[in-house]
């Protein structure tokens, strides 16, 4: 039973709609996390956050945003979607910032832009 | 930069195969991790290892951490089709970011 929720797991849209991808998440972990994957392959940080306030930029370069009102929740905009933009996205939380702690994943949403 | 290169990129066996999947830095990690990430989900952590040389095993997966810290590797025995995934290994440092490997895709066949 997961405990880190995305929605939606699939999307479909045309180029320069808006997005909003959900994340939320009932551990209670303070730290959450943004991945972009191509199918298959490696996961790239595109966003995280150390807790509400709080957003960073990862190591991929992305024009999407994100934001953390509140412990639970961290969506993830694209303002103006692009065809370079379809991916697969997952989101992720852990229960502290220590390396060890491990990652609890979403099953990811899907986006696809035609 | 530090990079985590995994080998092989594709592995394709039969059931009942034992196979050896490889994670390589030349980077110091304090840990590493090893998720396996099945068809339409998000990965799913196995293990961690924070001790050079250090050995944990989950039932027929054997993990091992490289005396320097800088490789892991990943022991499949007897594989099963219900091992097909992809295994991504990622390592921790005294950064607040973990590094994740470039992954290697296992499909069994029965």
């Known amino acids: 039973e997961a405990d880190i929720y995305q929605t939606p797991r699939y999307l479909v849209i045309g180029t320069g709609k808006k997005i909003t991808l959900e994340c939320s998440q009932t551990?209670?972990?303070?730290?959450m996390y943004w991945y972009q994957q191509d199918p298959g392959m490696e996961l790239h940080l595109i966003h995280y956050?150390?807790?509400?306030?709080?957003?960073e930029k990862g190591d991929l370069s992305s024009e999407s945003t994100v934001s953390r009102i509140r412990t639970e929740h961290f969506p993830l905009t694209l303002e103006s979607a692009r065809p370079s933009h379809t991916s697969q996205y997952l989101c992720a939380s852990s229960e502290s910032y220590f390396y060890n702690s491990p990652l609890h994943f979403g099953n990811g949403t899907r986006l696809t832009v035609t | 930069t530090q990079l985590l290169e995994q080998s092989p990129q594709f592995l394709s066996i039969q059931e009942g195969e034992n196979l050896t999947v490889y994670c390589n830095s030349s980077?110091?990690?304090?840990?590493l991790q090893w998720y396996r990430q099945e068809p339409g989900e998000g990965p799913v952590l196995l293990v961690t290892v924070v001790t050079g040389g250090e050995v944990k095993k989950l039932k027929r997966l054997t993990f091992q951490f490289g005396d320097a810290r800088k490789d892991s590797s990943l022991h499949i025995t007897a594989a099963q089709p219900g091992d097909t995934g992809l295994y991504l290994c990622?390592?921790?440092?005294?950064?607040?970011?973990?590094?994740f490997g470039t992954g290697t895709r296992l499909q069994v066949f029965p």
């Open positions: 980077s110091v990690f304090s840990s």
């Open positions: 990622a390592g921790g440092s005294n950064t607040d970011k973990l590094i």
């Open positions: 956050s150390y807790g509400v306030n709080s957003t």
């Open positions: 551990m209670g972990h303070d730290k």
